[in-house]
């Protein structure tokens, strides 16, 4: 079926950013050419120090919004899906860029006609996985990554957003996702369907952003598993940073990241929201589809 490029449900592509400006301009530039209509974009500039702020100017049709301090790309996101009257909400990285022109028409059409799903994953390029592969049908996976997807605003709503964690990056997408799995939302991927991500080295410290996943991660154990799990869970996830940090020479940033976890447990315990033992068990089943 091909997708059509107008429709009556409103879409709004939203760019987190902050001191990106040269590849911000490529990102803007992929969503302003999408071929679905009605669709704006709008950007958050994070309290950029760079020449972010004058971007705006050359994109009048973009609503521009700038935070005079940093806050953060989820609560950017989380400000502009929640305050949205959209029916739906394509996340784009700053640093990623649509491929072809017709992936939010593709994404809408199947939303329109799948209530039940939530979201739609685009099929992710990036310098260490440059490879297109052929358009292919919808798979039902276990989370999207967040440089590029669709949201059913509707039902991202319903679950109150993403919901922040100790450290500043990483599992929000993870979170969001089964959450919405325990809801009875499905998410779905479409091989070919293209983003891609530039993995911009600006502003990224990744020892740091090491240290925040590997704190998220066992954020995420603490809030979502049910109770009876929680402690093999724990101690599970623990050995497996340990292997992986110690491979790739990160074991500082992980160590950091077990004591931030321990300093924030008490305040993630009274977050805590478990979802169920079947949902567990689907997610963890649908992590293992290759998409």
């Known amino acids: 079926m091909i997708p059509s490029d107008q429709s009556d449900r409103a879409v709004v592509v939203g760019i987190a950013t902050r001191n990106r400006v040269d590849v911000l301009r490529k990102s803007i530039q992929s969503a302003l050419q999408q071929s679905y209509r009605p669709l704006r974009v709008a950007v958050i500039d994070d309290a950029s120090t760079d020449q972010t702020a004058y971007v705006g100017d050359e994109f009048t049709t973009v609503s521009w ?81 967040g440089c590029g997807h669709v949201l059913r605003l509707s039902a991202v709503k319903e679950m109150g957003g993403y919901v922040e964690s100790p450290g500043l990056y990483g599992g929000e997408e993870k979170d969001l996702c089964i959450r919405l799995i325990d809801a009875g939302y499905q998410i779905v991927k479409f091989d070919g369907v293209h983003v891609w991500h530039d993995k911009s080295s600006l502003a990224r410290d990744l020892a740091d952003q090491h240290r925040s996943g590997v704190c998220n991660d066992l954020a995420f154990v603490l809030r979502r598993t049910p109770l009876g799990l929680i402690i093999p869970s724990l101690i599970w996830k623990i050995s497996k940073h340990l292997v992986f940090s110690l491979r790739a020479g990160l074991l500082i940033s992980c160590l950091k990241g077990f004591v931030k976890f321990g300093a924030s447990a008490n305040r993630v315990w009274c977050t805590r929201h478990p979802v169920r033992l079947s949902t567990l068990s689907r997610f963890r089943v649908l992590s293992k589809v290759v998409g």
């Open 65 to 145: 919004t700038r935070w005079q301090y940093g806050q953060g790309y989820i609560r950017a996101r989380n400000h502009m899906m929640m305050t949205a009257t959209d029916d739906y909400y394509v996340s784009l990285d700053d640093d990623a860029w649509f491929v072809q022109g017709d992936e939010i028409a593709i994404a809408v059409d199947f939303l329109e006609r799948w209530p039940k799903v939530a979201a739609v994953a685009f099929d992710i390029l990036s310098p260490d996985c440059p490879h297109m592969v052929p358009r292919g049908k919808a798979v039902s996976v276990a989370m999207f990554v």
